[in-house]
């Protein structure tokens, strides 16, 4: 009974932050690695950010230095906060998480940046 929930999104201005988050259950949640991915209308989807089991994170250059991702083993919840947010910015984001050849994905949270 694997499930990633995410929470967080919404319709945010130009500018302002977000934080999303990744509540997972059903996995060994500190050995999985984690990402945020995004998908725009029209886009495929990308890798925003990963963080793997021991913490080490990996992000798309067009968001290093807007955003972070982290995870909280107590919480099994990785989060993504999310500053400086552009237009460009909005998307559907997904939490995925993997361990080998098993990957899990969340339903999607929807990311509005106004202008």
């Known amino acids: 009974q694997v499930q990633l929930v995410e929470s967080g999104g919404g319709l945010v201005q130009a500018g302002g932050s977000l934080r999303l988050s990744c509540a997972a259950s059903?996995?060994?949640?500190?050995?999985?690695?984690f990402g945020w991915y995004r998908q725009a209308p029209g886009n495929e989807r990308e890798l925003v950010a990963g963080?793997?089991?021991?913490?080490?994170?990996n992000y798309a250059d067009a968001v290093k230095g807007r955003f972070t991702i982290s995870r909280d083993t107590a919480k099994k919840t990785v989060y993504l906060q999310m500053n400086s947010l552009k237009p460009d910015d909005a998307a559907v984001y997904y939490c995925?998480?993997?361990?080998?050849?098993?990957?899990?994905w969340g339903q999607g949270v929807q990311v509005t940046v106004s202008s």
């Open positions: 995925g998480s993997w361990l080998g050849a098993s990957r899990y």
């Open positions: 059903g996995i060994m949640f500190g050995i999985y690695d």
């Open positions: 963080i793997s089991r021991i913490g080490s994170t």
